[in-house]
């Protein structure tokens, strides 16, 4: 079965860095936009960077300069490098793959970001 598996997430201060991880299974990982979604207290999810399967980058203008997507289509997974955090990136972190109108997700996994 499909499965996405986050990892990575944790606690740091301001101006800290975290690498997030994703690990999918049970589907053609190249076949698949892979994006990273969060969600903060009390908002609606909201995204962050995504990654086309021939590594074509986009992200939210709240992290641009910040956050960097990237894929291993070998290990098939995916990786968002968090720099300069700010307390404003706290949030559960959700991992997606979308191809047409299949869309998974995975558990998320939670960044706080202390000021």
């Known amino acids: 079965q499909v499965q996405l598996e986050e990892s990575g997430g944790g606690l740091v201060q301001a101006g800290g860095s975290l690498r997030l991880s994703c690990a999918a299974s049970g589907f053609i990982f190249t076949a698949y936009v892979m994006r990273w979604y969060r969600q903060a207290p009390g908002k609606q999810r909201e995204l962050v960077a995504g990654?086309?399967?021939?590594?074509?980058?986009t992200y939210a203008d709240s992290v641009k300069g910040r956050f960097t997507i990237s894929r291993d289509n070998a290990k098939n997974t995916v990786y968002l490098q968090m720099n300069s955090l700010k307390p404003e990136d706290t949030g559960a972190y959700y991992c997606?793959?979308?191809?047409?109108?299949?869309?998974?997700w995975g558990q998320g996994t939670q960044v706080t970001v202390s000021s």
């Open positions: 990654i086309s399967s021939g590594a074509t980058t």
């Open positions: 997606n793959a979308v191809r047409y109108t299949n869309s998974h």
